[in-house]
């Protein structure tokens, strides 16, 4: 079955970047010009997918004006004769159908894809978490959907991650079974150390079967007091299978400072107006280190 819609999920107190978070959505951090979240809807359209529901929560207004239409600025660079700046604006604006959804309570990422069950209505839904941005010419979501249509299973987004990090994510039991794909039949979220099933953790992306609403709705609070997806997914991998894709692509995780700091820092040496200023900038400032 071809998957046609996509949930990112926006709605988190990115307690991790705090004071920043405060009073501004972690998903709209910037990587150098463009929030986070801009370069995740363009991996969506990017994969095919053109209708989109975002979920999030009070104090993330932000997330829906960066995709409206803005008729001022638009006016104002008109009139200025700016109509490279105009149109790249009113393109956000058109990328694709935006729906958005509030998650009242955050009760855990497992919760926050629970709300996108009346949106999916009985079909499958790739889902990205809107702080883990990845970055590549073959978009990881793509990748995801395509074997969702080869399998017909759920498919989890994985990476090997340093042992010493397991305990902050997730870890999957994995077989392998083709290039780059394996059989995942049990994980567990952030295992306390020697839990760990492998170093392959979920990062940032899966495509879930229309099953994964039902068992969400039976979910149990799991670590950290929150409803996790992990605890759900572990009952599709158990039961029906699961798929994991060690996807090709960059992936910067913007919920926590190191992370965002070596989103921009990368991006800024490819950007074609900023990339080679900002690559002498680095480069005075090593020999000064
Ligand atoms: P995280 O667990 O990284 O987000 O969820 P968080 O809870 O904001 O993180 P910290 O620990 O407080 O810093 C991954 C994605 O899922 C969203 C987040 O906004 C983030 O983009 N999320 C998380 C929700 O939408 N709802 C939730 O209840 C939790």
Do not use: W
């Amino acid at each position: 079955m071809k998957v046609t819609k996509a949930v990112i999920t926006a709605a988190g107190l990115g307690t991790r970047v705090l004071p920043i978070s405060k009073s501004m959505p972690k998903e709209m951090l910037p990587i150098v010009d463009k929030p986070a979240i801009q370069y995740i809807v363009d991996e969506v359209i990017r994969s095919g997918i053109k209708d989109i529901l975002i979920i999030t929560s009070r104090g993330k207004t932000t997330i829906e004006d960066h995709f409206d239409r803005s008729p001022d600025l638009e006016v104002n660079l008109l009139q200025s004769g700016n109509k490279e700046k105009y149109e790249s604006i009113v393109k956000v604006a058109s990328m694709a159908n935006i729906h958005y959804l509030r998650q009242k309570e955050m009760l855990g990422l497992g919760h926050a894809v629970l709300q996108a069950k009346t949106f999916a209505a009985g079909q499958p839904i790739a889902v990205l978490y809107g702080d883990d941005v990845v970055v590549g010419d073959n978009p990881a979501t793509g990748q995801l959907c395509a074997a969702y249509e080869k399998y017909g299973k759920g498919i989890a987004g994985i990476k090997p991650v340093p042992t010493e990090m397991l305990t902050k994510v997730s870890s999957v039991k994995v077989e392998p079974i083709a290039a780059s794909h394996y059989s995942v039949t049990d994980m567990i979220e952030k295992p306390a150390a020697g839990q760990e099933f492998s170093n392959y953790s979920i990062l940032g992306r899966c495509v879930l079967p229309p099953s994964i609403f039902e068992i969400l709705e039976k979910t149990p609070k799991g670590a950290g007091g929150e409803i996790q997806l992990t605890d759900a997914m572990r009952i599709l991998a158990t039961t029906e299978g699961m798929v994991g894709v060690e996807y090709e692509g960059v992936r910067y995780d913007m919920g926590n400072k190191l992370g965002y700091m070596k989103a921009n820092v990368e991006m800024a040496l490819q950007h074609p107006e900023i990339g080679v200023e900002f690559k002498k900038y680095i480069e005075n400032l090593m020999g000064s280190l």
